[in-house]
């Protein structure tokens, strides 16, 4: 299983609720990502967890709230977004290794209203 | 400063023919690694290829060969008979995992249309 799932894959919601983000994979990888991509725009990296702790926040808005509940899976919690937040956010993982590639999953579309 | 530059925003290629995709990168980190994306319309980033910077050769994947020039700071794709399903943004990246950035870093992209 060489898969990263994100789900949902589109999301709508306004400015005052909470959703939250959900990514998974099964390859034993101990490292995940988030990236936010606006439209035209290259991924920018927001949040890195190794071995189940954040150990890089790019200065995200704490609107924002990253949880690794165990090795497989990666949540991204969200409330009272902006609708500049409106973005694809691509989930990704790798082995820990230096220069490990990533695996990506095919994002979830968000639009904050 | 741009860790990575790609200065091509749109290029065109007919079907079959080679075209290449200009990246060049700028780091102090000696063990570096570079990679290219594609991504379709749909959204998916696809790894299509990785150039250690200690690698004495170019990395080549089936239709896809990097050329590296270590001097020259640059990273370049190669896709060789380009088909249909090519068309896409392409991403160059970057590691810099001396730095503590084991993270990828993008460029801008590069968007290749294959014409029939």
């Known amino acids: 299983d060489t898969e990263v799932t994100q789900t949902p894959k589109h999301l709508v919601m306004g400015m005052t609720n909470k959703k939250s983000l959900k990514c998974e994979q099964h390859?034993?990888?101990?490292?995940m990502y988030w990236y936010k991509q606006k439209a035209k725009k290259p991924p920018e990296l927001m949040f890195v967890y190794s071995y189940e702790k954040l150990s890089i926040n790019e200065s995200v808005p704490s609107r924002f709230s990253p949880e690794c509940p165990n090795s497989s899976l990666l949540n991204l919690h969200l409330h009272a977004l902006q609708p500049e937040d409106s973005a694809l956010y691509l989930c990704a993982s790798s082995q820990t290794g230096a220069n490990e590639k990533l695996f990506f999953g095919s994002g979830t579309q968000l639009s904050v209203l | 400063a741009q860790k990575i530059t790609q200065t091509q925003p749109g290029m065109f290629v007919q079907e079959k023919e080679a075209v290449t995709l200009d990246c060049t990168y700028d780091?102090?980190?000696?063990?570096?690694?570079l990679f290219w994306y594609k991504q379709p319309s749909s959204g998916e980033m696809i790894f299509l290829i990785y150039?250690?910077?200690?690698?004495?050769q170019n990395a080549t994947e089936g239709r896809y060969s990097l050329n590296f020039q270590k001097a020259r700071k640059s990273a370049n794709l190669v896709i060789s008979a380009s088909q249909l399903g090519d068309s896409a943004m392409y991403f160059c990246?970057?590691?810099?995992?001396?730095?503590?950035?084991?993270?990828?870093?993008f460029g801008s992209g590069t968007r290749l249309q294959v014409q029939p």
């Open positions: 150039q250690g910077s200690y690698d004495q």
């Open positions: 780091t102090s980190d000696p063990s570096y690694g």
């Open positions: 990246a970057m590691r810099e995992p001396d730095t503590g950035r084991r993270a990828l870093t």
């Open positions: 390859m034993g990888h101990r490292a």
